[in-house]
Nanobody
Framework: QVQLVESGGGLVQAGGSLRLSCAAS????????MGWYRQAPGKQRELVAV???????NYADFVKGRCTISRDNAKNTVYLQMNSLKPEDTAVYYC??????????????WGRGTQVTVSS
């Protein structure tokens, strides 16, 4: 099992910044990539950014140039630095851990989410 605990959400004005953190514990060795997803009211959950164990990153088009995902392997923590925030970025942000399926792990883990609200 992997436990994911997010922090860093809150209320910010448009144009502001937030840094989300996701601390992982438990069976860290089963994880091949970690990422951030978001879900706004009435909308489906969508990928924001992902980072692999080797540091390869990928971003959704709507955050490219505004967000940076990073990881601190010593702390088992993944960060999402969000800049130039827009009201449409308002959502619950969820941390995600994808299993190394080649090694036989199969369960995707999710955190409980942290609310990000951007006021206009």
């Amino acid at each position: 099992q992997v436990q994911l605990v997010e922090s860093g959400g809150g209320l910010v004005q448009a144009g502001g910044s937030l840094r989300l953190s996701c601390a992982a514990s438990g069976s860290i060795f089963s994880i091949i990539a970690m990422g951030w997803y978001r879900q706004a009211p009435g909308k489906q959950r969508e990928l924001v950014a992902v980072i692999t164990g080797s540091g390869t990153t990928n971003y959704a088009d709507f955050v490219k140039g505004r967000c940076t995902i990073s990881r601190d392997n010593a702390k088992n923590t993944v960060y999402l630095q969000m800049n130039s925030l827009k009201p449409e970025d308002t959502a619950v942000y969820y941390c995600n851990a994808e299993p190394n399926r080649i090694a036989g792990w199969s369960k995707t883990h999710w955190g409980r989410g942290t609310q990000v609200t951007v006021s206009s």
